[in-house]
């Protein structure tokens, strides 16, 4: 269950319901709790799918990372490649 406080401001702010709001506050943070490698692999995956090319792919997910509630060490294009094919 999250934090009390969060999920009433949370009702407080939005449209949602107690037990919506629940679930979106538990999918937000598993979102964000996800290996980096993960993210990597899944975000490298969508942007080629919409037919992104990998230097432009790369630069887009480095760029990602150092935004992210709690960013990770930033990451090389060597390092990202590294993680999505090994």
Known sequence: MPDPALVSHVVATTSLTPGEAVRVIEDVIAFHAQPVEDYVRMRHAHLKAYGAKNPEIFAAIAE?????????????ERQLRRIVYG
Not at 67 to 72: E, K, L, T, Y
């Open 64 to 76: 990602e990372l150092g935004s992210r509630v709690v960013a990770p060490p930033e990451l090389s």
